[in-house]
């Protein structure tokens, strides 16, 4: 049985003799029954069935702590019931090893896995029968954290291992409030804690048996059933003893809180150096956030002047940029106007022998028409006559004949082709020319365009800097304006721990000779971050020494007041 148990002091025999509203020997009768029917519980439906019994009866019951100790007498019973439990089980495992054994190697591995043969219906019965009687070992571990509750509602609240309730701790510690009776608030302050400490290492041990008995694998349904039904009911007891050492933890936190404002109120009281380092930190910590927010300042000005530097930088060089581009969007539109005019002159050029070719191509287009219809005569005649000899054709001075008129006719588209010939090579060496001119206008166009619209693109972009100029300037002047109330805030309160700051004194000293003179500034601001980044932490390093101070001193009183381990404990809860 765990050490966190009901801690049963037992009595062999069962003769307790009470007297409860003139009625002598009742817990002694109850006791007898308990452990009369106890003898015949074997399975854990038999001993839930009893315990559910037992509960009802012990809650009524007018004597709760005779009924507590007949409690007990049945619990002895019940761990006797495990221990044989458990002895079982080693003889049921002792056979199951056995029967391993004895089906040892691959033909006893195989009849114990194969379904449907003796052997594997021996294997699961072995199974079975270990898991039922696990199970019912943990049946009885439950039973008995089920008896260990149902006693703590049993006993008087001072032998509970939960120990008394919030109210009665409440009570006492109201009692010990007296201008002198720090000590004693100090030492119920303490049981508390202990009693705190017993109560929670009780239901952690509680706790535990009922997630163990969670995992009991139960063969029979019925009993399956019985296990979640005495999981519920056990999590619902343990759920009122959880709330009791709930607020039991709360007031002992009230406590402490309370022992913490008094011994500080105490050492206040006395003055000296506790009530000295006291007033000094909230001033230093004062300095400390001034010095923070001038560095926030500081570190908001350097960030605003290289946004506004950079800015500066980009809209410096646009001008140069403009120029350039207009003058080149300049020289190409003087370029196009030329390439225009030289177009337009290659096309004059070109009209006259365009017509003179264009007049050779369509005499060339007679000519072949004339030659084509000279042969079609030539073959009518041949068909017409059968004589295909050309010697033989007639012919006169009026009317030539057929093969002369064809003979005539190709001489002619001959001359008129050698003129078309000629005529082709000056059109084409002035075409040549006249498109080359127009490919040049019009590459030259392309170029004005896109000079054009880079020039409008960077006048957009020069108006947009300028305008970006404008708004960081306009951000950083309020914070040019801040620094100097931040510093003089700064000075103020470090002058409030007589201490003294190397930043100037005055708004000059803080900005440049020129307002918007940015790389001076930044240089000077940078020194600025370097002083008060100085001296922020030499405050962080004083207030943490006086922290340190401080709370050595009120350790000390704590100590002296309390004792070391209390002192401790109430010293946490300061810290926290």
């Known amino acids: 049985m765990p050490a966190h148990r009901l801690q049963v002091q037992v009595q062999v025999h069962v003769h307790v003799q009470v007297q409860v509203h003139g009625r002598v020997g009742y817990a002694h009768d109850m006791s007898a029954a308990w452990l009369e029917r106890l003898s015949s519980s074997t399975t854990y439906a038999e001993l839930q069935t009893l315990f559910e019994s037992i509960a009802g009866e012990a809650r009524t019951a007018d004597d709760p702590r005779a009924i507590a100790a007949a409690l007990n007498e049945a619990v002895v019973r019940i761990e006797r019931e495990r221990e044989r439990d458990e002895e079982e089980l080693h003889a049921f495992e002792d056979e199951y090893a056995a ?22 219906r021996r294997e699961k019965a072995h199974q079975e029968t270990l898991a039922d009687q696990r199970a019912e070992i943990l049946g009885d571990v439950l039973v008995l954290a089920r008896a260990a509750m149902l006693r703590e509602q049993l006993l ?39 009693q705190l400490e017993r109560a929670e290492a009780f239901v952690q041990g509680i706790r535990t048996d009922i997630e163990a008995f969670e995992d009991a694998d139960f063969a029979a349904e019925e009993d399956r059933r019985r296990q979640q039904q005495g999981i519920a009911a056990a999590r619902s007891e343990l759920a009122e003893i959880e709330a009791r050492l709930r607020a039991n933890d709360a007031l002992r936190g ?11 109120e105490e050492l206040q009281a006395e003055g000296g150096a506790y009530a000295h380092i006291t007033q000094a930190v909230p001033r230093l910590e004062k300095a400390r956030a001034e010095a923070h927010a001038v560095e926030d300042c500081l570190a908001e000005l350097r ?10 930088r980009r809209l410096v060089g646009l001008p140069e940029k403009q120029q350039g581009l207009a003058d080149e969007a300049e020289r190409l539109t003087a370029a196009c106007r030329d390439a225009r005019a030289k177009h337009a002159r290659a096309e004059d050029a070109l009209a006259e022998p365009t017509a003179r070719y264009q007049e050779a191509l369509a005499d060339e287009a007679q000519a072949r028409t ?10 009518a005649y041949f068909e017409r006559t059968g004589q295909f000899d050309l010697e033989g054709i007639p012919s006169s001075e009026s009317a030539p004949s057929p093969d002369e008129r064809l003979k005539h006719a190709q001489q002619a588209l001959e001359r008129v082709h050698a003129e078309t010939r000629r005529r082709r090579g000056p059109y084409q060496d002035l075409k040549v020319a006249a498109e080359e001119a127009r490919e040049q206008a019009d590459e030259l166009a392309a170029q004005l365009l896109e000079a054009e619209s880079a020039l409008g693109t960077l006048g957009e972009r020069a108006e947009s800097l300028r305008a970006n100029v404008e708004r960081a300037r ?77 709370d050595a001193l009120w350790r000390a009183h704590a100590e002296a007041r309390l004792g070391a381990e209390l002192a401790e404990c109430v010293g946490a809860t300061r810290r926290a």
Do not use: N
């Open 99 to 120: 029967f391993q054994s004895d089906q040892r190697g691959v033909l006893g591995w195989l009849r114990r896995h194969v379904p449907f043969t003796a052997t594997r």
């Open 156 to 194: 008087p609240a001072e032998e509970r291992e939960s120990g008394p309730d919030a109210d009665a701790w409440r009570e006492r510690l109201a009692g010990d409030q007296a201008p002198d009776g720090l000590r004693a608030y100090a030492d119920t302050t303490a049981a508390l804690g202990t």
């Open 254 to 264: 009230e406590a402490l809180q309370h022992l913490t404002t008094t011994l500080t």
């Open 303 to 312: 960030e605003g002047a290289a946004m506004l530097i950079e800015l500066e």
């Open 370 to 379: 004339a030659v084509r219809e000279a042969q079609d005569e030539l073959e």
């Open 474 to 550: 306009g951000e950083l002047r309020p914070t040019l304006d801040r620094l100097p109330e931040r510093v003089t805030s700064y000075r103020r309160a470090l002058d409030a721990c007589e201490r003294a700051s190397a930043l100037p004194a005055h708004a000059d000293g803080l900005r440049p000779p020129q307002q918007f003179d940015l790389e001076r500034a930044d240089a000077l601001w940078k020194g600025l971050v370097e002083t008060v980044a100085d001296e922020h932490q030499t405050l962080v390093h004083d207030i943490a020494k006086a922290q340190e101070e401080r």
